[in-house]
């Protein structure tokens, strides 16, 4: 009778930790866990070979290696293929812009010299300022005016803000807080920002979230995937401004090694849809950009609609 009733309760202990821990439902070969409120599906793979699931989910939740990678552009020399189309409502180019490129950088400084350029249509105006958000965008991310000194490719300290920022600058701030925080808050975009926080209570209501184990181009890589629930209703939709995210780990060093995700989001204020697909590489011991490819449609109540699409190709990568 004794040992019935340590028996009895030694399982209800181990129950009440299950559930102040993790909480496990198993489902064919894939394993659902509950971790702060928030369900996450584990492939086969990563329960059978015992990883620490929690640890790599919290570090990939909390990743910076994406956002790093496109500082160290910042402090090192580079070349670049650059291609940008701008497109009509009917698919077609009515502007463009290609370039070959290659970044300087020496004593803290660097610059971009062009060595090969082709514009058509509109794609600057008469004082060679560019015509399109995009380009602009573009240009901000790969491309510098004029001499730009005393840079760093810290990212503590250098999160994206609207703060003191109007018009354009603060059009370009919360595009580039979609293209390298995406599943984060964006201030100032009128009935979305709240909804790109893809790792809050209500967020995890929507979305499926998955980690499995793989090969990315022969690196042994962790792959976290985000998609919207299939029974979502109708108002649970128009919540919805991920519609997929997949972004590859690499399983030694937990670095982005390539990410792929499509946003879109449609309101009377504010449109988009959005695409992108980035791979990277190693210039030394430094994270690179090495393709970046994106096709984007948005509009906003002040702005003409934009269509446009481009490809970066960075190549010849040197270390200072």
Not at 237 to 249: A, G, K, L, Y
Request: aromatic share 14%; with cysteine.
């Amino acid at each position: 009778m004794k040992l019935k009733y340590v028996l009895l309760l030694t399982l209800f202990s181990l129950k009440l930790f299950a559930q102040e821990k993790d909480s496990f439902i198993v489902e064919g070969k894939d394993t659902t866990i509950i971790i702060d409120k928030g369900t996450f599906t584990l492939k086969e793979v990563i329960v059978r070979n015992h990883m620490d699931y929690n640890s790599l989910l919290r570090r990939i939740q909390n990743d910076t290696t994406f956002y790093k990678a496109f500082r160290n552009l910042h402090v090192i020399e580079f070349s670049a293929y650059n291609n940008i189309r701008m497109l009509n409502k009917q698919g077609n180019v009515q502007a463009s812009y290609n370039s070959k490129t290659h970044q300087q950088h020496k004593n803290n400084c660097r610059s971009t010299q062009t060595l090969e350029q082709k514009a058509t249509g509109d794609f600057f105006d008469n004082h060679g300022n560019y015509n399109y958000i995009t380009g602009e965008m573009y240009a901000s991310i790969f491309l510098t005016k004029g001499t730009v000194c005393g840079e760093n490719n810290i990212v503590a300290g250098h999160e994206f803000s609207t703060i003191d920022k109007s018009g354009m600058e603060k059009h370009k701030e919360q595009l580039k807080m979609l293209f390298f925080n995406p599943g984060k808050k964006i201030p100032g975009i009128p009935f979305i920002g709240n909804k790109l926080d893809l790792y809050d209570e209500d967020a995890h209501k929507l979305y499926n979230y998955s980690l499995d184990y793989g090969t990315y181009k022969g690196n042994d890589a962790f792959i976290f995937s985000i998609k919207p629930k299939d029974d979502l209703g109708f108002f649970q939709h128009s919540d919805i401004v991920v519609d997929e995210m997949t972004t590859w780990f690499d399983a030694k060093t937990m670095e982005v090694i390539a990410r792929t995700y499509t946003l879109s989001y449609h309101a009377f204020f504010y449109d988009f849809n959005v695409s992108m697909q980035v791979e990277m590489t190693h210039a030394g011991n430094l994270l690179i950009p090495e393709t970046m490819r994106y096709k984007g449609n948005f509009s906003a109540i002040t702005k003409k609609r934009e269509r446009g699409e481009f490809t970066a190709t960075l190549f010849d990568f040197k270390q200072n």
